[in-house]
């Protein structure tokens, strides 16, 4: 009886030794993930604040294209006097400003499986939202708009280049004719329509999501630190 009971006691010693070594060892490897998953916020958390610079700074010159295009637009609809230079200038000047996020600390996160062990739901959830939905969906209107800005350039704007460059011989009579074309006007209504009702809104909405991820972070760490 006493050997059996000795027995039963060594067992239990080292089931609980082991017991106690997995349990440290699963701690300890929680411990590691948890202190990586921290970094992989602060690196998401510099790359954020990147690109809500680097999305201010596009929704302003989009928006200062924007203006642009109205200006052609009124002077096309007769509310503005035709100046050649100007109008040459302006259209050999469009372009299609657009967003590429920073997506390396996210991507490395979500790629060590990290990402997605961790339980801060709160965190995680938005920052998914943010690149898996926004940046996706501004990427897609991203090059709607720069497909729109090379048939622009390609079919409509090409005319307008020559002046610009000071060539000789330049017709301006057919550059202000075909300026006032409705070929012309059309393809500049298209392309103007797409950045200020689509790609502009888009920018924005993804400028407001990061704000409220920045600021999400910038929680977590407050209570975390």
């Known amino acids: 009886m ?21 349990w ?19 690196k998401i958390h510099i790359e954020i604040k990147e690109d809500l610079v680097h999305i201010d700074t596009l929704i302003s010159n989009n928006l200062k294209i924007v203006k642009d295009e109205e200006y052609l637009l009124s002077v096309l609809n007769g509310y503005k006097v035709f100046n050649f230079d100007t109008v040459v200038t302006i259209v050999s000047n469009l372009v299609a400003p ?25 965190l995680v959830q938005p920052i998914s ?8 969906r501004l990427k897609l209107n991203g090059d709607l708009i720069d497909q729109r800005s090379e048939a622009f350039d390609r079919e409509h704007a090409l005319l307008f280049f020559k002046p610009i460059y000071k060539s000789t011989s330049v017709d301006t009579s057919s ?43 910038m929680n977590y760490f407050t209570n975390n630190s």
């Open 2 to 22: 006493n050997v059996l009971t000795r027995g039963g006691v060594e067992f239990l010693a080292v089931f609980l030794g082991l017991f106690l070594s997995l």
């Open 24 to 42: 440290f060892d699963d701690y300890q490897e929680d411990k590691e993930v948890n202190r990586r998953l921290k970094e992989d916020y602060r």
């Open 98 to 122: 657009t967003f590429f996020g920073n997506q390396s600390a996210y991507s490395a996160s979500v790629a060590s499986g990290r990402f997605n062990m961790s339980k801060d739901d709160d």
């Open 129 to 136: 939202k943010l690149y898996e939905h926004y940046y996706k």
């Open 175 to 217: 550059i202000k004719d075909y300026f006032y074309d409705d070929k012309f006007h059309n393809g500049l209504l298209l392309y103007h329509d797409f950045r200020k009702k689509y790609y502009l809104q888009r920018l924005r909405d993804t400028r407001e999501k990061l704000v409220e991820v920045e600021r999400v972070i």
